[in-house]
């Protein structure tokens, strides 16, 4: 069995999926420790940089959560976090880390169960995964300025998203048509 314990970041929307992880809490649902969760208004104001963060940072996985399509308390914020999640699947893979890792969930403050079953599931997964490969390397460059390539290349590719988020910031989709020309 397994002793890697990954670390799993969790954005949770305040209104429908935070309220969801609580009454997991308060039912005493039981789900693993590994989720360290971020209370966010809205998945739609998950941004892009901050998963592409997350990993660098050495999250295993990433959570965006929110209120199921059509309850999201700002209308369409769910909605984008959707468009991203697409985008951002191909982006990771890009980067060398498995889309798997990233995974969108719909969840209700009624439903503290589903919650504990997502984060179960996702743990499950990533176990089965292990360490991201890249962002490890990464990690061991750091100390060695950067001297392989594929270390290098990837820097390169977190400052490009960088700046891509500067000029975008109006839309998703131009983000997205921005990512998809610069490639
Ligand atoms: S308020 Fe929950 S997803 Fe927008």
């Given at each position: 069995?397994?002793?890697?314990?990954?670390?799993?970041?969790?954005?949770?929307?305040?209104?429908?999926?935070?309220?969801?992880?609580?009454?997991?809490?308060?039912?005493?649902?039981?789900?693993?420790?590994?989720?360290?969760?971020?209370?966010?208004?809205?998945?739609?104001?998950?941004?892009?940089?901050?998963?592409?963060?997350?990993?660098?940072?050495?999250?295993?996985?990433?959570?965006?959560?929110?209120?199921?399509?059509?309850?999201?308390?700002?209308?369409?914020?769910?909605?984008?976090?959707?468009?991203?999640?697409?985008?951002?699947?191909?982006?990771?893979?890009?980067?060398?880390?498995?889309?798997?890792?990233?995974?969108?969930?719909?969840?209700?403050?009624?439903?503290?169960?589903?919650?504990?079953r997502a984060i179960r599931e996702m743990?499950?997964?990533?176990?089965?995964?292990?360490?991201?490969?890249?962002?490890?390397?990464?990690?061991?460059?750091?100390?060695?300025?950067?001297?392989?390539?594929?270390?290098?290349?990837?820097?390169?590719?977190?400052?490009?998203?960088?700046?891509?988020?500067?000029?975008?910031?109006?839309?998703?989709?131009?983000?997205?048509?921005?990512?998809?020309?610069?490639?």
């Amino acid at each position: 069995m397994s002793r890697f314990e990954p670390k799993i970041i969790g954005f949770l929307c305040n209104w429908c999926s935070y309220a969801g992880a609580d009454l997991a809490g308060m039912s005493r649902i039981h789900y693993p420790h590994n989720i360290r969760i971020i209370r966010v208004m809205c998945s739609g104001r998950v941004d892009p940089a901050f998963i592409l963060e997350a990993f660098e940072l050495g999250a295993d996985g990433v959570l965006v959560a929110g209120c199921h399509l059509g309850d999201c308390h700002y209308t369409t914020g769910n909605l984008k976090a959707q468009r991203r999640f697409i985008m951002l699947k191909a982006l990771l893979e890009q980067l060398g880390i498995e889309p798997e890792r990233l995974k969108l969930e719909w969840i209700s403050a009624a439903e503290g169960e589903k919650f504990a079953r997502a984060i179960r599931e996702m743990v499950e997964e990533l176990k089965k995964l292990g360490l991201v490969p890249l962002m490890k390397r990464m990690r061991c460059d750091r100390s060695s300025k950067l001297k392989t390539p594929v270390a290098k290349r990837s820097y390169d590719f977190m400052d490009r998203i960088k700046l891509l988020k500067l000029s975008c910031k109006s839309s998703t989709l131009s983000f997205s048509i921005s990512i998809s020309q610069s490639g």
